[in-house]
């Protein structure tokens, strides 16, 4: 296929000190020469790889200057695209920039649209689409782990896994031809109890995965949190001393509405979205407002349950209700306002009632926010449950973000599943090729390697123009 060779600005739009223009495919040099005056080595064809030139951009028309710009010239492959590159190094300002991009097109080249440049790195097999997408993780990233699992997966982390995964189902793929093929023969080493294992050994691989699909959502699209408890429990002076710790608060997600406002807070590197229908002060007070029916409801839709109870009060018959109903739910149980002497709730009665982590704070002298913190990274990150350590900072880098890579693996797990039951009921080898290529199309999409056009399609034009 001939490629066509494409430009856009790769810097955000509006004034900045420099904006860069990038050009891809073939005719890259071609179109520089006819826009770019150099100031020193003024023989263009003369370049060599992956330097630099001061000079000026002219229109190809008329020879008008146009900026005075740096000229990165790069000869493929050892390019993002793997195709000849040059990028314009202009001044900021939209109109340099605009006007050296009409002079560019000019020359011949094309608008590149939304993600095109990565889509030809893909293309061009210098990325798989697993680290493709990982490029606009690394860009919308939201906290720092978000930041380092996207990188680790720009860097192929992921993508060996899904390879070494995809290998053993190679293998397992010829075991079952053999045996389809000398179905009389008496091949030791093709036992079933063999097929068993290795079955056995991939599925607990894809579980391992999924599990980090799971930690991995709430790195991307933050926890889905409410504050419940009584009126005056001190639901709003939690909220408050929350926001003091943040260390950012991110902007409002685009596309949630007016009218369901989330605020989205960095807890030590967890991403909390606090849900809000009116105003966070007003509906803090679900309790109050809505009423116990609709407060579990609520409960029961949110990634992460903060409960609220006054310390200095004894528990109430509604409260207790809630409680229990929250065993098997992830929630953490605050006794508040332990900076008074007055007490009546003791952990240990709470936990009787309902076996979930609780922690002692004052929510006005931002006391046991850390411990709070702390607490949710092991929910997250760890199986609390069976106390077991959180994930060590590499295995944190290693979560699986995308929603498509989830949906994948947990589709291969099925397969895989269906396989082991049916090698069991000493199912016909013929029957079993079928799900085992199901399990292996599925892992593929995650790299692309039998990924659909349409589905790429829609990929790729979720980046933004320049990528
Ligand atoms: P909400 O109705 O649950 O949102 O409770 P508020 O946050 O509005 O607090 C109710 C009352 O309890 C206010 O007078 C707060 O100052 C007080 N309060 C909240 N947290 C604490 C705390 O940690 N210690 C003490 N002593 N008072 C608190
Ligand atoms: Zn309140």
């Known amino acids: 296929m001939i490629q066509d060779t494409i430009a856009a600005v790769s810097t955000a739009i509006g004034e900045g000190a420099i904006g860069i223009i990038r050009v891809s495919g073939p005719d890259a040099m071609e179109i520089v020469d006819k826009v770019f005056k150099p100031r020193y080595a003024k023989d263009i064809k003369n370049w060599s790889s992956h330097t630099l030139h001061l000079g000026t951009v002219i229109h190809p028309d008329d020879g008008k200057a146009i900026d005075e710009v740096l000229v990165a010239w790069m000869k493929g492959p050892r390019t993002f695209t793997t195709e000849d590159v040059a990028e314009f190094h202009c001044h900021g300002g939209s109109l340099p920039l605009r006007e050296t991009l009409e002079a560019i097109l000019r020359a011949g080249a094309r608008a590149a649209e939304p993600g095109e440049f990565t889509k030809r790195a893909f293309l061009g097999g210098r990325l798989d689409l697993a680290q493709a997408e990982a490029i606009m993780e690394v860009i ?90 009584r009126p005056n429990v001190g639901k709003s002076s939690l909220l408050n001393a929350l926001l003091d710790e943040q260390r950012a608060i991110v902007t409002d997600i685009p596309g949630t509405t007016r009218d369901a406002i989330e605020e989205m807070i960095d807890l030590g590197g967890i991403p909390l979205r606090i849900i809000d229908t009116a105003g966070i002060r007003e509906t803090t007070d679900l309790v109050e407002k809505l009423g116990v029916e609709k407060t579990r409801q609520y409960m029961e839709q949110a990634d992460l349950v903060l409960f609220v109870l006054d310390g200095l009060e004894e528990i109430t018959e509604e409260e207790k209700e809630l409680l229990q109903s929250l065993a098997d739910r992830p929630a953490i149980i605050l006794i508040n306002k332990s900076d008074i002497k007055d007490r009546r709730l003791e952990e240990k009665d709470i936990y009787n009632l309902v076996k979930k982590p609780i922690i002692s704070i004052s929510a006005r002298e931002a006391w046991g926010i850390e411990e709070l913190a702390e607490k949710i990274r092991h929910l997250v990150f760890g199986d609390e449950a069976e106390n077991k350590a959180i994930l060590t900072s590499n295995e944190r880098l290693d979560l699986i973000t995308q929603a498509r890579h989830r949906e994948a693996i947990e589709r291969a797990l099925q397969h895989i599943r269906q396989m082991i039951d049916a090698v069991k009921l000493q199912t016909s080898a013929d029957f079993l090729t079928i799900d085992l290529r199901a399990a292996w199309e599925a892992l593929g999409e995650i790299t692309g390697k039998t990924v659909g056009e349409d589905v790429m399609d829609k990929i790729f034009a979720s980046f933004c123009i320049g990528k």
């Open 140 to 229: 919308q990233s939201k906290t720092r782990d978000g930041l380092g699992a996207a990188l680790s997966q720009l860097e192929g982390h992921l993508s060996k896994k899904i390879k070494t995964i995809d290998e053993q189902l190679l293998q397992v793929m010829a075991h079952l031809e053999a045996l389809i093929d000398f179905p009389e023969e008496d091949l030791p080493e093709l036992s079933d109890e063999k097929l068993l294992s290795d079955l056995e050994n991939i599925r607990t691989k894809l579980e391992e995965l999924l599990r980090r699909a799971e930690s991995g959502k709430v790195l991307r699209e933050g926890w889905k949190t409410v504050i419940v408890g």
